[in-house]
């Protein structure tokens, strides 16, 4: 698949590119660029197909005012164009099998709608991105017929999926500087053309870095954008192509640790290991649920069990940018079906008054904030941490202390505090005296957020 030839020849066309083009670097100067509408910012996946009985972009634009009184800021709305026929896996689809990189899902109406939404969203103060899918497309795209020579082939010659379970779709050969210049072009028409505000990109970790990194500098010299990579094990993504990435290893620790497999302890380690994997001034987003999780491995409740509550304030107050999936705030216990239409269920908001505190605490608390803006997590010793995660984070005049049982059993711990005195207690309201060596009791998965007075 890789040609010597083509890489260096690819080398110096993406080089002649990046010179034409305005200086982006991410990280520090990055996080002063976008820091204006990112640095408390939180993520809200939207399932736009599950959203509705309708399934459109209209009928969406109907739950705007309740998601800003929710308080989130970056609608993430996944994959808007239209789904392949051919090789489609049951009756809708896959969002992620892309017959047309520049066309509306005629599902979800039409462009003009589109338009709509997003200029609906910029009045109420919101920013869209969109998920876009670089390292594949679905049979009936254009490419395929077109340009056969873009696309990944086998001994004989054949087009070929990714990988064969995921046979809806073909994968883009990255060796081609002629289909890499088409994508970067189709990015650019969606922010030109609707006036987006980034991208989540889609199997991140499946593209060459120096793609990414010549398409966020395109991107940037129309408007400075958002990049989120579905990515994990490339820090260098983040340098100059990405402000965020995803914690699966975070995520797949906190499942373990719902269901006993693993301890707080277990989470320690995990903030030891990745403390300088990040470039000045990128940040993870944080997660309990999103689409992947719903579908196939099922819904917090369901991981999570008692502890989805715990769990989704850890996520709030750790590093990192937060995100809610589309019924998240509902308390959707159902794992939606990905191929096929099956509508949230809104009948019960009872969660969401919990969901809006935390993000009132997010966006109060400098400390809380995202990257360079907020304050780093340091670690708070406790006399069982097997049990028990603790842990301040400091930026200006805002400290938080949070304190967490990670397990179903009550718990009695010592802290090893070095700032001793008096703290609110944020969800009871109640302001806690701690001193060098303080014993305190936690219920099973209890969660303490001290705001230092």
Known sequence: MKNIKNLLFLSLLIWSMIACQPTVKKGAEAS???????????????????????????????????????????????????????????????????????????????????????????????????????????????????????????????????NPDWSDIADLNFDSKPMRLAMIEAMDFWVKETNIDGFRCDVAWGVPQDFWEAATSSLDSIKSVYMLAEDEDHPGFLEKAFQSNYTWKLHHILNDVAQGKKTAADIKTYFAEIDTKYAPGSFPMQFITNHDENSWSGSEYERMGDAVKTFATLSFTVEGIPLLYSGQEAGLKKRLRFFEKDTIDWSNMEIQPFYQKLIKLKKEQVALWNGAAGGKLILVENSNPAKVLSFTREKDNSQVLAIFNLSAEPVEVQLQLNQTGNYLDYFSGETRNLEKGTSIKLDKWAYWVLVKK
């Not at 976008?34 to 309708?54: C, D, F, G, H, M």
């Not at 039409?110 to 939404?117: E, I, P, Q, S, W």
């Open 32 to 162: 002063a660029k976008v820091s204006e509408w990112s640095k408390n910012a939180v993520l809200y996946e939207v399932n736009i197909r599950q959203y509705t009985p309708e399934g459109t972009f209209k009928a969406f634009e109907t739950h705007l005012p309740r998601l800003k009184e929710l308080g989130v800021d970056i609608l993430w709305l996944m994959p808007v164009n239209p789904i392949s026929l051919k090789n489609r896996k049951g009756s809708l689809g896959s969002y992620y099998s892309v017959k047309d990189y520049k066309a509306i899902n005629p599902e979800f109406g039409t462009m003009d709608d589109f338009k709509h939404l997003v200029t609906k969203a910029h009045e109420m103060g919101f920013k869209v991105i969109i998920d876009w899918v670089a390292n594949h497309t679905g049979w009936d795209n254009s490419w395929i017929t077109e340009h056969p020579d873009w696309y990944t082939k086998d001994s004989t010659g054949a087009i070929i999926p990714p």
